[in-house]
């Protein structure tokens, strides 16, 4: 049994409106960035208006639209479900690595009893390893806190890791404005996502930057501070 050839005013297909170099991919601003491949259509008689090739594209046996392959050299897709992380996801991160810092400040502040030169010491290696959680939450778009949590940093162009420098750098503008500002910017930048449409709080915004829920949560322990 053979098709008969399409006819040159038969209607096309409903998903071929003419304009398939113009349709765009979808907003990357609207939910998490995801490189997943597009659904795909229902079978249709070869030749019954299927649409041109793109470059790059593939078509499958016994389908008749070509279907755009998962890009290799891409950022990876966001897990299944994935979206803004809320406020209160965000807050119990925070916490978890406000807990950390202030441990270790504990366990570091032990040196000022034996003198002042160790107590230096100590408060150098505090900012450092501040530093370290800042720039983990960069190169790996995870602090301890947000992998406790099962929460990302993403860019929002495209949802790849910020990296370790713009990492730091999203940190100390939470810090060092909140310190200048007597803790109000640090207050604001806090409760900003409660009236951001992608719960984003100002460092978030100065950096071009979301946190994303949805990821696998880690259990607490040495892997989470791992690079």
Do not use: C
């Not at 113009?22 to 601003?29: A, H, S």
């Not at 010491?121 to 505090?126: C, D, F, G, S």
């Not at 890791?161 to 500002?181: E, F, H, M, Y």
């Not at 007597?182 to 604001?188: C, D, Q, R, Y």
């Amino acid at each position: 049994m053979s098709w008969p050839p399409q006819e040159p005013n038969a209607p096309r297909h409903p998903q071929d409106d003419g304009r398939d170099k113009e349709r765009p991919v979808g907003p990357l601003d609207d939910a998490p960035w995801s490189a997943g491949p597009p659904p795909i259509p229902t079978w249709s008689p070869p030749g019954a208006g299927v649409p041109e090739t793109h470059p790059g594209w593939t078509t499958q046996p016994h389908v008749g639209h070509p279907v755009q392959p998962h890009q290799g050299n891409g950022p990876a897709p966001s897990p299944a479900g994935s979206r803004y992380a809320d406020w209160a996801e965000r807050l119990g991160a925070g916490l978890v690595d406000s807990g950390i810092l202030l441990g270790t400040l504990v366990v570091l502040g032990t040196l000022t009893d034996f003198s002042d030169t160790l107590g230096g010491l100590a408060a150098m290696l505090w900012i450092g390893f501040a530093g370290y959680l800042a720039w983990l939450n960069g190169s790996k778009g995870q602090s301890p806190g947000k992998a406790v949590m099962g929460l990302r940093v993403v860019r929002d162009v495209d949802g790849t890791t910020l990296g370790g420098p713009v990492g730091l750098v999203r940190s100390a503008i939470l810090w060092v404005l909140g310190g200048v500002t007597g803790g109000i910017f640090f207050v604001l930048a806090v409760l900003w996502p409660l009236r951001d449409r992608k719960n984003r709080g100002l460092h978030d915004l100065m950096t071009s930057s979301s946190v994303v829920a949805g990821y696998p949560r880690a259990r607490f322990g040495k892997d989470i501070f791992r690079p």
